[in-house]
Nanobody, 122 residues
Framework: VQLVESGGGLVQAGSSLRLSCAVS????????EGWFRQAPGKEREFLAA????????YYAGSVKARFTISRDHTKNTVDLQMNSLKAEDTAVYYC????????????????WGQGTQVTVSS
């Protein structure tokens, strides 16, 4: 399984950004995919997950109103649309796959991407 994130960058507060994770070697629907982030000096934090043939979703409360996770079944990507970005959203964002248990627990994922940096200037 290979996961490759893209779409990170430097944006101003209030802007939007869309991250994409290209997934190869795994079929959608067999397990959950998720997005996490890690800021300097902090633990890796769950953001959102998607699973099942019906694309069920689950979000961390801190981002539920601003972030949207989705799958593009034609491109085999898992995307994260981020709106109204804040300086505290600055972090390295990671895509993960393979969760079959609680989707908000990072230890339940067996595959990770290399991460993409998102920097939000205030």
């Amino acid at each position: 399984v290979q996961l490759v994130e893209s779409g990170g960058g430097l944006v101003q507060a209030g802007s939007s950004l869309r991250l994409s994770c290209a997934v190869s070697g795994r079929t959608f629907g067999s397990s959950a995919e998720g997005w996490f982030r890690q800021a300097p000096g902090k633990e890796r934090e769950f953001l959102a997950a998607i699973w099942g043939s019906g694309d069920s979703t689950y979000y961390a409360g801190s981002v539920k109103a601003r972030f949207t996770i989705s799958r593009d079944h034609t491109k085999n990507t898992v995307d994260l649309q981020m709106n109204s970005l804040k300086a505290e959203d600055t972090a390295v964002y990671y895509c993960a796959a393979g969760a079959r248990g609680l989707v908000f627990m990072k230890t339940n994922y067996d595959s990770w991407g290399q991460g993409t940096q998102v920097t939000v200037s205030s």
